[in-house]
C-alpha cells in the first residue's frame, strides 16, 4: 500500500492566517471559531513570517501573563517555521515533529502557494508509529555514532 502524503491526509485544508500586528486575542477567537490549533502569521505580500499555535498561547502568552488583548502576533509567533512541500509522506512529517517537538507543520508548494498545515492529528496511528520507529532507530544510530 502507498503510503499518504501530507496534503492527502490534511482534515483541513483552509489556511487559517493574521497578520503580524493581530492580536493574540484576534488569534485566539480566530482559531476557536474554526476549531484548529493554529493559525500562520502572514507579511502584506503573503508571505509567510510566523506560526502561532495552542502551545505558544499557553507558554509565550498565559504562562507569562501578557495581555491577550494587546500584544502583537509578531511579539509571540514562531518565525519561519519549518514547512514541507505536498508530497512528503505522512510518516516523514511526524518524524519532522518528533524530533522538533512541535505538532504543526505548514505545507507549502514549490511555488510557494500555502497549501494547509498538517497537524499530528491527521496523522494515522499506523503512521504514528512508522515515524516513532525510525526516531528511536535515528536515535540508536546518533548514540552509536556518539
Known amino acids: 500500500m502507498n503510503e499518504r502524503t501530507v496534503l492527502q491526509s490534511m482534515a483541513q485544508r483552509h489556511v487559517l492566517s493574521l497578520g503580524p500586528q493581530a492580536t493574540v486575542y484576534e488569534a ?5 471559531r474554526a476549531a484548529c490549533g493554529s493559525v500562520l502569521v502572514l507579511d502584506a505580500a503573503g508571505s509567510m513570517v510566523g506560526i502561532v499555535t495552542e502551545r505558544d498561547l499557553m507558554t509565550r502568552v498565559l504562562a507569562k501573563a501578557v495581555d491577550p488583548q494587546t ?3 509578531s511579539a509571540i509567533m514562531t ?3 519549518q514547512t ?3 508530497e512528503t509522506r505522512v510518516c516523514d512529517a511526524v ?6 517537538g512541535f505538532r504543526h507543520l505548514p505545507v507549502v508548494a514549490a511555488s510557494g502557494r500555502i497549501l494547509g498545515v498538517f497537524s499530528v492529528r491527521d496523522a494515522l496511528p499506523r503512521e504514528i508509529g512508522n ?7 535515528n536515535d540508536q544510530i546518533n548514540d552509536a555514532l556518539g
Open 131 to 137: 515515524a516513532v520507529s525510525m526516531a528511536e532507530f
Open 28 to 32: 485566539a477567537c480566530l482559531m476557536t
Open 79 to 81: 518565525p519561519e517555521p
Open 71 to 73: 500584544t502583537r502576533l
Open 95 to 100: 518524524l519532522i515533529m518528533i524530533e522538533r
Open 84 to 86: 514541507v512541500p505536498p
